[in-house]
């Protein structure tokens, strides 16, 4: 049975942190408390300032007791629920599918193959459902990175998966106002729509929200881009965006959002719809990225086939393979088609220069009409 071992890693250098430290003997200086010493010599004394903390998240370690263990690291998480999955939410995945294969059964995806048996759960992405949800359980998914948490609507007892955010437990509340403002919670407010105690009241994690009601600088995941539509962006495990601006239109007395601009975790700024879908919060299991398998097996196991360099193939499977030793004939870095694979600029197909020129023809030029 594997014996966990609970070891905490730093952020910044993502090593291990030593959880038993030698210590070593030191002369403690006698301290400056005395009858003559000052107020303000004792408030300032070395000896009263706070102690730094360590920085850093645990990560599930066990004893190797054999090869496959020694390198397995697994992220902490207790709180997920230990049995199977809500069956009228789940199919079969069975097919093409497994093995990266498209509808005529050509390979589309490579490495891919194998696997434990799963079933792929029914995720609403777009939550237009009103009215409040109770959290029942979170759940592990094999089909994503981040973790799933299965809830249940408290007017319709309706069950339905989502995307579960980090803090999420069971028993929280989470809702939905893609469909408009509750009567209830606008009479709450005194019938005016005032968007600052509109946000404390609606802004909490795990409540679906469209984007013009989200606040500034909100970290929010299942991010649509389209109304009416799922989320498109920001839903493996521990991503998020940022809402950076909200471009408004209309007079001063009655101005409107037009679109809202967020900010991916790549940098990259996009607009979407100021009705789009977008949830509250960061996508759980940030530490899924510092997770370590610890052994082939348990790649294949996650239907994931073995990777071989083109440069340890022959000369007939890859553009790098044959020769004599590691080389692979001054070639470029090119993929297993023969297209580029590094260089920036010369992996983007060419611009024609004079694609976009407009070139005036000159007056005299061409056959002149003759009238008989």
């Known amino acids: ?22 210590t070593y003997a030191t002369a403690v200086e006698e301290s400056i408390r005395s009858s003559s010493a000052t107020n303000d010599t004792i408030a300032y ?27 397995l690291k697994r992220p902490i998480n207790d709180h997920l629920y230990k049995g199977k999955p809500h069956r009228p939410l789940t199919f079969a995945k069975i097919g093409h599918g497994k093995g990266g ?13 194998g696997g434990h048996r799963r ?90 929200l469209p984007m013009h009601m989200v606040p500034m600088g909100t970290q929010v995941y299942n991010v649509g881009s389209t109304a009416g539509k799922g989320a498109v962006f920001c839903r493996s495990a521990g991503t998020y965006a940022t809402v950076i601006a909200k471009q408004e239109t209309g007079s001063e007395a009655k101005k409107r959002v037009k679109d809202v601009t967020v900010r991916l975790q790549s940098g990259e700024v996009r607009k979407v719809d100021r009705d789009a879908c977008a949830t509250v919060g960061v996508a759980s299991n940030p530490h899924w990225q510092f997770r370590q398998l610890g052994k082939a097996g348990r790649s294949r196991w996650l239907n994931i086939r073995p990777t071989v360099r083109g440069l340890a193939m022959n000369a007939a499977d890859h553009p790098h393979g044959g020769g004599r030793g590691k080389s692979k004939g001054n070639v470029h870095p090119v993929s297993i088609w023969g297209t580029p694979a590094k260089g920036g600029y010369k ?4 611009r024609n220069p004079n694609k976009y020129v407009v070139q005036d023809r000159p007056r005299n030029q061409g056959k002149r009409r003759t009238t008989n």
């Open 1 to 22: 049975m594997l014996q966990p071992r609970i070891r905490s890693v730093c952020l910044q250098c993502r090593h291990l942190l030593s959880s038993s430290r030698r």
């Open 45 to 71: 004394s070395p000896s009263s300032a706070p102690a730094r903390k360590q920085s850093g998240f645990e990560l599930r370690t066990y004893k190797p007791r054999t090869p496959g263990v020694r390198h």
């Open 101 to 113: 294969r498209n509808g005529s059964g050509r390979v589309v995806m490579r490495h891919r193959g």
């Open 119 to 208: 079933r792929i759960r029914t995720v609403d992405y777009i939550r237009n459902v009103p009215g409040k949800h109770i959290v029942e359980r979170i759940e592990y998914d094999p089909n994503r990175s981040a973790h799933l948490a299965l809830v249940e609507s408290v007017k319709t007892k309706e069950k339905t998966y989502i995307i579960a955010a980090e803090g999420m437990r069971a028993g929280d509340t989470v809702e939905s106002f893609l469909s408009g403002i509750p009567k209830d919670l606008l009479a709450s407010m005194g019938g005016v729509m005032d968007p600052g105690m509109l946000a404390a009241k609606t802004a909490f994690r795990g409540n679906c």
């Open 347 to 350: 992996t983007r197909k060419k």
